[in-house]
């Protein structure tokens, strides 16, 4: 019996390609073949069947955002009511009332809601996730650090060009790929490196697309920070990152 990835040395058929659902065998089918319409045959079956992969991740991945955005809701649905009763709060509050060493809030800054919510929130709420996205943004930092044209100042346009993401994933699993050659200029790419070797070295579900993220101005912040809180537990999964709290 003909193995399937003999099937190009013989007479090879669409119904035989439909049947071959390994991208690796289908370039090896390519490179041996040398009939044109074989090749071209064998092409639109190897496009057809990463299509098919494609269209599965894009699947998985809406199934796990609305399961993250469901677990987001349940658990803090009330804080983001909060934060906003907070902002015309400190608005409408003289600056002498402030709390004595608390920072004041300013325009366009990631942690300021949080910081104006203190007084309305109750507790425990706003406070811990203050606390929790500025150490996870401290970590992504620190981790960061040595890498040329990384300065990670935020979850969102700190991340636009893809580099971020590649040097988070590159101080892990440093023989994924090569820093030193990535350019800044090819998101897309970039993007797309980071998410595949997350996915495939760390088991980081992909939250994120590529082609989403290229056509924002700059990366909606709450899906970075998904995407990098998930990113960091499986990383403490897997033994890589030993900590007591998880973001």
Wanted: charged share 30%; net charge positive.
């Amino acid at each position: 019996m003909e193995s399937k990835t003999d099937v190009g040395s013989a007479s090879v058929t669409s119904e035989d390609l439909a049947a071959v659902e390994d991208e690796e065998v289908l370039n090896k089918m390519l490179d041996n073949a040398t009939d044109f319409a074989e090749r071209r045959m064998i092409r639109a079956a190897l496009r057809e069947l990463l299509k098919k992969k494609r269209d599965k991740r894009e699947q998985d991945r809406g199934s796990r955002q609305q399961d993250l955005r469901q677990q987001g809701l349940s658990k803090g649905g009330k804080t983001g009511g909060a934060v906003s009763i907070g902002r015309a709060s400190m608005a409408q509050q003289p600056p002498a009332n402030r709390p004595s060493g608390q920072p004041s809030p300013s325009a366009g800054s990631e942690t300021s809601p949080a910081v104006a919510s203190a007084q309305k929130c109750p507790p425990a709420a706003a406070p811990n996730v203050k606390n929790v996205k500025q150490m996870l943004l401290d970590w992504c930092r620190a981790k960061t650090e040595p890498y040329e044209g990384v300065d990670i100042r935020n979850f969102s346009s700190s991340w636009k060009d893809g580099i971020a993401f590649c040097a988070l994933v590159h101080r892990f699993f440093p023989d994924a790929f090569e820093y030193s050659i990535l350019n800044p200029n090819k998101p897309r790419e970039n993007f797309q490196l980071a998410f595949n070797a997350a996915e495939r070295l760390a088991g980081c579900p992909p939250l994120l697309d590529a082609d989403d993220l290229v056509r924002m101005k700059e990366p909606d912040w709450k899906c970075v920070y998904t995407y990098i809180q998930e990113f960091y537990r499986c990383l403490v999964e897997k033994g890589l990152v030993k900590t007591k709290k998880r973001p």
